[in-house]
């Protein structure tokens, strides 16, 4: 650490927005930085006061200080001074005791770090009170200092406070940064409040947070929800669970859409059915029990209270003549839905606050068939039937036709920010489910969203947005092509939507690859390059069509044949580190990033490989094997397509 003195006044509520930057060491001079567009946020909550004094938590390598723990701790405060405690031993060698605050009497110059409810935090009447599971303080008194959060937040503040002790940054799986053989750390006056600008960031980020064995990197990188909703039967899709028409099928026909499949024989619907939702708005008993079966996801779920009630996964919708009077009258199909659930929320809602005192919402998905808002021209609602209820939230999910190269602002995506803007203004909380982190018809091209990440999240923070499960290669077991890059940031950006987008990619370079991170760096500046012009030409579209971009077409021959020859490079630079425990993990980085160039290479240039073509295969398969690749293409279930044995047979691989 650094024995210079600093104070770091980061301004409670911050009202600056830093511009988007694609990452590259000198913003400006390699033609990767995109343009200085900025959104301003006003009330986000991130930071607070950092003064270094002159008092020491670590002098000549040696502490005074212990970790105050609760004497009846939760698993959160074990875990928070768990992290600390290691972190300081791993960095300076020293030792920092975990204590119990039984019989303990705090005053001005108690040297303790306390984590959680002590006795010594509610002596002193520090209290972390805002509502968010994420958010935390980390605050001093005399020589003390007192972290305390939500359930995540807590954790968080073991991070944060490390952060500033020993440089410390979590990459991803079993990569984090800190200051070794530390001697210092001074004492630092805080005064700092975080709450995160999306309160649930979901794990389907990335593959690696379902798959990883790194029991810190969820916390590290502040992922904090599997799922934030939850539904009968299922999470999505699930309208059919409420109302099955196998039981309510003949008895009442109304209540299901006119295109519907429903087999009497069978008793059996099918997988695009919908319920005419005009006709269910008539009928209090269709409430009544879906309002019944709500009751049960509530008490089956004891710690998420958003449930979901979704229509069908088609684009399909009721025929009838009142649900086509509806469409016409509101000028989308999305208005009937809406209408029908502002019945059920408000009675879920009284039920539980009465008898369980939990405020329950429910949330409806705005996908596909329901993507277009009940509004005119101007955005105002078509009239108050369509104005979500308070206990009414809403999870829009445009579906495949954004252009990620370019924010949701961008002309190109008029249609879906216009829509966006539509449903925040009819509901007082957003969720949303983007489609923003892969090419989902190929896993292994390159994918540029670089350019959108941190202003669609500043626009998503902007509209209220309380969830968000932006969808990356969820199947793949592991992902190539600078996607863990991809997933740092987005985390990073997640939890707080202004950091400096550019040194967050400049340091994950130096840090996670290494001895390595020239030529990773150029590797990745080349592909960025290269669909900067693409983009030009008018090439790049969705995410859906990514498919084509593994042609020649995209990367030619000779580029494959340079980004290669610099894969080559790092690996003979990652060959030099001295630490064998480092250096293989640095090797087995690289080797992730280069499948995707080894895939452009085997299915357009395999010919120039001449007799090494055999071993070329070979290699590229049991490295995808060792890697934990289990899809090349969303849904490896399906027959004929994503699994790896497929593209293995059309590559020629045995």
Request: aromatic share 12%; with cysteine; glycine share 6%.
């Amino acid at each position: 650490m650094s024995k210079k003195s600093r104070l770091i006044l980061i301004a409670l509520v911050v009202s600056l927005a830093f511009s988007v930057a694609a990452g590259c060491k000198n913003k400006g001079d390699d033609g990767l930085t995109v343009a200085d567009d900025t959104i301003v946020l006003t009330d986000t909550v991130h930071g607070g006061k950092v003064e270094e004094t002159a008092d020491k938590v670590l002098k000549n390598g040696a502490t005074e200080y212990k970790i105050l723990v609760p004497a009846e701790s939760t698993a959160t405060e074990l875990k928070a001074s768990g992290i600390i405690a290691r972190y300081f031993t791993l960095a300076s060698g020293a030792d920092l005791p975990i204590v119990t605050d039984e019989g303990y009497s705090w005053d001005e110059n108690s040297k303790i770090i306390s984590v959680g409810e002590t006795s010594a935090k509610k002596t002193v009447g520090i209290a972390y009170t805002d509502s968010s599971r994420g958010g935390f303080i980390i605050k001093t008194r005399g020589k003390a200092i007192f972290l305390d959060g939500g359930a995540d937040g807590l954790i968080y503040s073991a991070y944060e406070l490390l952060k500033y002790w020993f440089n410390f940054e979590y990459y991803y799986e079993n990569c984090r940064y800190y200051d070794t053989n530390v001697k210092t750390v001074p004492f630092y006056e805080f005064d700092i409040r975080e709450l995160p600008d999306i309160d649930s960031r979901h794990k389907y980020l990335s593959p690696v947070f379902t798959n990883t064995s790194d029991g810190e990197l969820v916390d590290g990188l502040r992922i904090n929800m599997t799922k934030s909703y939850t539904g009968l039967g299922s999470d999505e899709h699930n309208a059919l669970n409420y109302l099955p028409q196998a039981i309510y099928g003949k008895s009442h026909p109304e209540w299901y859409a006119t295109i519907n499949k429903f087999s009497a024989e069978t008793g059996e619907a099918g997988p695009n059915d919908q319920l005419c939702y005009t006709a269910l708005q008539k009928s209090r008993e269709a409430v009544d029990i879906i309002v019944e079966g709500m009751k049960k996801v509530v008490d089956a779920q004891s710690d998420i209270d958003i449930i979901s009630f979704i229509c069908a996964d088609t684009r399909q919708w009721c025929a009838c003549d009142e649900c086509k009077e509806s469409i016409e009258f509101y000028g989308c199909e999305s208005a009937s839905y809406i209408q029908f659930l502002n019945l059920v929320a408000p009675k879920i809602n009284e039920w539980a606050k009465k008898e369980r005192n939990r405020d329950v919402k429910v949330m409806a998905m705005m996908y596909l068939a329901t993507e277009k808002a009940p509004v005119y021209d101007d955005g105002t609602p078509i009239d108050d039937t369509v104005i979500c209820n308070k206990n009414l939230y809403v999870c829009y999910a445009p579906h495949a036709k954004q252009n990620y190269y370019v924010p949701f602002d961008d002309v190109e995506n008029d249609d879906d920010y216009n829509r966006l803007n539509a449903w925040s203004s009819l509901t007082e909380h957003m969720l949303f489910w983007t489609y923003n982190q892969a090419s989902y018809r190929n896993y292994l091209v390159f994918y540029d969203n670089y350019n959108s990440i941190q202003r669609n999240l500043q626009i998503l923070v902007k509209n209220n947005t309380v969830f968000l499960m932006d969808l990356g290669a969820w199947d793949s077991g592991v992902a190539t092509g600078f996607n863990v890059l991809r997933t740092y940031l987005t985390s990073k950006l997640m939890y707080n939507c202004q950091l400096d987008a550019a040194t967050l990619i400049n340091n994950f370079f130096d840090n996670y690859f290494g001895a390595a991170s020239e030529p990773m760096r150029e590797i990745f500046q080349l592909l960025r390059t290269r669909y900067a012009e693409l983009y030009a030409e008018g090439v790049l579209t969705s995410a859906y069509g990514a498919d084509k971009y593994a042609s020649t077409d995209t990367l030619s021959k000779a580029m494959i044949n340079k980004i290669l020859a610099l894969y080559d490079e790092a690996f003979a630079k990652a060959d030099t580190i001295a630490d064998k425990t480092q250096r293989a993990a640095v090797i087995n980085r690289i080797k992730l990033e280069s499948i995707s160039a080894r895939y452009y290479k085997l299915k357009n240039d395999s010919a120039s490989l001449g007799d090494g073509i055999s071993k070329f295969k070979r290699d590229f398969k049991e490295d995808c094997t060792s890697l934990g690749f289990i899809t090349y293409r969303e849904h490896a279930e399906a027959p004929g397509y994503g699994a790896m044995k497929y593209l293995y047979s059309a590559l020629g691989i045995d």
